[in-house]
Nanobody, 122 residues
Framework: QVQLVESGGGLVQAGDSLRLSCAAS?????MGWFRQAPGKEREFVAA????????TYADSVKGRFTISRVNAKNTVYLQMNNLKPEDTAVYYC??????????????????WGQGTQVTVSS
């Protein structure tokens, strides 16, 4: 069992930046970020393979968000630039047990964090 702990959320203004971190208690495969806004379903944001050599993004964040990882620290990051009010959501980190291509559906992931709130004011 791998535990995931997110950090780095907060309240910012439109155009600002934030960096989310997700620390895993052990080694994991592909990792991803999802988000859920009030009244909406959880949606994919970004994902990265175990090696970091493959990444994928939702169209809504492409060019603004960057996912990365440091395996020596069992940590994945989400750098979020030029934040918009529509980015407001609880952001969840997810991890797969096995190495493989980063998935964009929640069913591809075995472990989930508790989430961190990101609020972007206009």
């Amino acid at each position: 069992q791998v535990q995931l702990v997110e950090s780095g959320g907060g309240l910012v203004q439109a155009g600002d930046s934030l960096r989310l971190s997700c620390a895993a208690s052990g080694r994991s495969g592909a990792m991803g970020w999802f988000r859920q806004a009030p009244g909406k379903e959880r949606e994919f944001v970004a994902a990265i393979s175990w090696s970091g050599g493959s990444t994928t993004y939702a169209d809504s964040v492409k060019g603004r968000f960057t996912i990365s990882r440091v395996n020596a620290k069992n940590t994945v990051y989400l750098q979020m630039n030029n934040l918009k009010p529509e980015d407001t959501a609880v952001y969840y980190c997810a991890a797969n047990r096995f190495p493989g291509a980063p998935g964009i559906t929640s069913s591809r992931y075995d472990y989930w964090g508790q989430g961190t709130q990101v609020t972007v004011s206009s």
